[in-house]
Each structure stands twice: as C-alpha cells, then as structure tokens.
T-cell receptor, first 115, second 111 residues
Framework: NAGVTQTPKFQVLKTGQSMTLQCAQDMNHNSMYWYRQDPGMGLRLIYYSASEGTTDKGEVPNGYNVSRLNKREFSLRLESAAPSQTSVYFC??????????????FGPGTRLTVL | ELKVEQNPLFLSMQEGKNYTIYCNYSTTSDRLYWYRQDPGKSLESLFVLLSNGAVKQEGRLMASLDTKARLSTLHITAAVHDLSATYFCAVVETSGSRLTFGEGTQLTVNP
C-alpha cells in the first residue's frame, strides 16, 4: 500500500496561473480532505469529500475548486493563483467506519509558492 | 461551527519532566485524533480516541478523552529530546465527516 500520495511535491506559479494538485489513496477510504498549512500555523480545511460523488466547503474554500473523481482520487484546483495561496497543501483520507481502523492518513504535502 | 482549542501553544520543558497538553472542543464529537508533526514533514497519526473514557498509550505519550467535558489530554511522561515536535489534536463532529484541527502545541524538550 502506498497510502496517500500527492503530486507535485513542489510547485512555483506566477500570479494568475492555474494548476491542479492531485491526491490518491489506495486504502479504500470513504472520506478525503484538503488542508493548507501556513508557516507556524495549524491546518485549515479547504474542502472535503465525505464519500464518492460529494464535496463540501471547509473553512477557507475561496479561490479553490475540488473534484472527487472516484473513490481513490480527490483533486484540488487553483483557477487563478494569488500570492495569498502560497502554502503547504496536505491531502488526507479516513475510513469513517466505526469498526476497523479509524486512523487518518496524510499525504507528504505539496509546497506551493505563488509569485 | 466546531471550534478546537489547544493549550499551551508553546511548551518548553526539561528532559525527565512530565507535562500535559489540553484539547478542548465546542460541540459533540465521536472521535478525536492526536498527531505529531516534525518541521518540514507531514503529520503522523499518534492516537484515535473513539469513546468517553478512552485511554491510549504509546511509549511516553498517553492520550485520554472525556466527551462530557469535551476535553482530551495528551500526557507526556519523562520527556526526552526526541519528543520535540508540534502536536495537533483534531475532532470530527458527531455524525459528520468534517475534521477540524486545533492550533497545535509546539513542544521543545531541552537536555
């Protein structure tokens, strides 16, 4: 099992450019999440998907869109990048079953800089 | 909206000492997570607490959950330098899927 994978690991964009961050998990988890972490700060929820076919806004959704392509994949898109979106982005997944493992797994992160 | 508060936010302690990190949350929850993050790294899952009175221990760390008080604690026993990291708690609301994090506690263990 690879767990949660994210691509790319690093990215530099110019203001106004667009890009998509990819996330995939191979643990058959139902729920997937996108967070951003700014220096010295906690994690803020951007969007989440409780199950395939559903997505919901988190605390800081403005400037982002998401797609839950299938059970495995959950992508985050920046349509017009702004310097305020410079951050480290983490994808995570969890099973949400009462039985079995309830552990949440995080991807390695994507370090995004917007100039 | 669910609020999760940790304290202290910064903790400097000597090796061999004991201390507790507190995590308070504002609405009912049926699961609480503790994570560790080293600088420049991703988050590592430490504990999942699923019921009132749940207690889990791993090495020098012990986590507990009191759902009635909406409080979880992470107790550090006889701290060692290797425990230096930032520790986060995160809470899922009852019957929900949204996972909300506390601000994190930056722990430094000094020799």
């Amino acid at each position: 099992n690879a767990g949660v994978t994210q691509t790319p690991k690093f990215q530099v964009l110019k203001t106004g450019q667009s890009m998509t961050l990819q996330c995939a998990q191979d643990m058959n988890h139902n729920s997937m999440y996108w967070y951003r972490q700014d220096p010295g700060m906690g994690l803020r929820l951007i969007y989440y998907s409780a199950s395939e076919g559903t997505t919901d806004k988190g605390e800081v959704p403005n400037g982002y869109n998401v797609s839950r392509l299938n059970k495995r994949e959950f992508s985050l898109r920046l349509e017009s990048a702004a310097p305020s979106q410079t951050s480290v982005y983490f994808c995570a997944s969890i099973s949400m079953r009462l039985a079995g493992s309830n552990e949440q797994f995080f991807g390695p992160g994507t370090r995004l800089t917007v100039l | 909206e669910l609020k999760v508060e940790q304290n202290p936010l910064f903790l400097s302690m000597q090796e061999g000492k004991n201390y507790t990190i507190y995590c308070n949350y504002s609405t009912t929850s049926d699961r609480l997570y503790w994570y560790r993050q080293d600088p420049g790294k991703s988050l590592e899952s430490l504990f999942v607490l699923l019921s009132n009175g749940a207690v889990k221990q791993e090495g020098r760390l012990m986590a507990s959950l009191d759902t009635k008080a909406r409080l979880s604690t992470l107790h550090i026993t006889a701290a060692v330098h290797d425990l230096s990291a930032t520790y986060f708690c995160a809470v899922v609301e009852t019957s929900g899927s949204r996972l909300t994090f506390g601000e994190g506690t930056q722990l430094t263990v000094n020799p």
